[in-house]
C-alpha cells in the first residue's frame, strides 16, 4: 500500500502538521467502485472529490475546542487500480482493510459505490462476535442481488449480513422493494430499520441501547441525507435526514460502544456542487473525530 503526501492527502495538511504512518491511528483508503450503479453514475470519482473538498474543512471543531487530527493521526493511502469483476475488487478492498488493521490503525473507506462494505466489512467480521452496524441510507440495500448482480450495491448490507453474526440497525430507511421483506420479517432478531417517515417519534434512549458495549462499524450512504441536502449521488430520495439529525446519532451510538472502523460512501460529484463533496468530507472527519475522541477514549477510560 502507498500513501499520498500529506498536502494531497485528506486534510490537506501541512508536512510539518500531518502525522507519520508510523504515528497515524487513522487510515484513508479511497476506493472509488463504479460496477453496478442502476441511475445515475460517477461514484467513481466520489474518493478524489471528498479529498479534495476536505482540504476546505476547517480543523478546528468547535464542539470539542480543538483541531481533532493532532490527536488521531490521518494519512491517505492511494486508490489502487480497482479490480474487475466485482468479486475480484471486494477481494482487494479486503486485503486493503486487513493491512491496515493488522496495523492497528482504523480503517475509513471512501467509496465508491455502496457494494464497497461487502468486502470491507470481512475483516471485521473475522475478529468480532458482536459486530453491530450502524447503517445511514435512503435504500433498505437487502436485495439478494439485482439486475443479475450478486454483489449489486443493492444488495450492499445483505451481503454484509452474509455473516451470521452481524446485527443491523438502519436509519433513513424510505425506500425498499417487495422483494427485500421476507428477508427482513425473518431476521427481525438482528435488522431493524428506523424509517425515515418515523423519525419524529425515535427515542435517542433506545437507539444507544442496541449499540451499547458493542464493537460498530459505520457504513454512511450519502442518499440517507435527504436529497434537498445530497443531490450529488446517484439515486437521491426526498424525506431524508439533515445534517444534524445524522451526527447526532453517530455521537450518541460513540458514546456506548467502539467504533472499529467506517466507510462514507455513494457521492457522485456534480459541476457546481462543490457543497455536496464539501458535506462528505466533513462527514468523514466528523466520524473520525467521535471514533478517537468520543468512542475510543470511553473505551480507554474503562
Known sequence: MQF????????????????????????????????????????????????DASHQVELFDDEFWCEPFRQIGVVTAKEPKIRKPIPKALDQLEGMVEEVLKMGKFPLVFGGEHSIIAGAIRPYARRYKDLTILHFDAHADLRDGYEGEHYSHAAALRRALDHPHIKLYSFGIRNISQS??????????????????????????????????????????????????????????????????????????????????????????????????FLAAKLAYKILTYAFLVSRKNKAGK
Open 4 to 51: 499520498l503526501a500529506p498536502k494531497k492527502a485528506f486534510l490537506g495538511l501541512e508536512k510539518k502538521d500531518a502525522a507519520s504512518l508510523k504515528d497515524a491511528r487513522a487510515v484513508i483508503i479511497p476506493f472509488g467502485l463504479e460496477a453496478s450503479v442502476s441511475y445515475g453514475g460517477g461514484t467513481a470519482k466520489g474518493p478524489q472529490a471528498m479529498i
Open 180 to 277: 427485500e421483506i421476507p428477508f427482513l420479517e425473518a431476521n427481525k432478531h438482528r435488522v431493524k430499520i428506523y424509517w425515515a417517515r418515523e423519525k419524529a417519534k425515535w427515542d435517542m434512549g433506545e437507539i444507544v441501547s442496541h449499540f451499547k458495549g458493542k464493537n460498530v462499524y459505520v457504513t454512511f450512504d450519502i442518499d440517507g441525507l435527504d436529497a434537498s441536502l445530497m443531490p450529488a449521488t446517484g439515486t437521491p430520495e426526498p424525506g431524508g435526514l439533515f445534517w444534524q439529525e445524522s451526527v447526532d446519532i453517530i455521537r450518541e451510538v460513540a458514546k456506548v460502544s467502539n467504533f472499529v472502523g467506517a466507510d462514507v460512501n455513494e457521492l457522485a460529484p456534480k459541476p457546481n456542487l462543490h457543497a455536496c463533496n
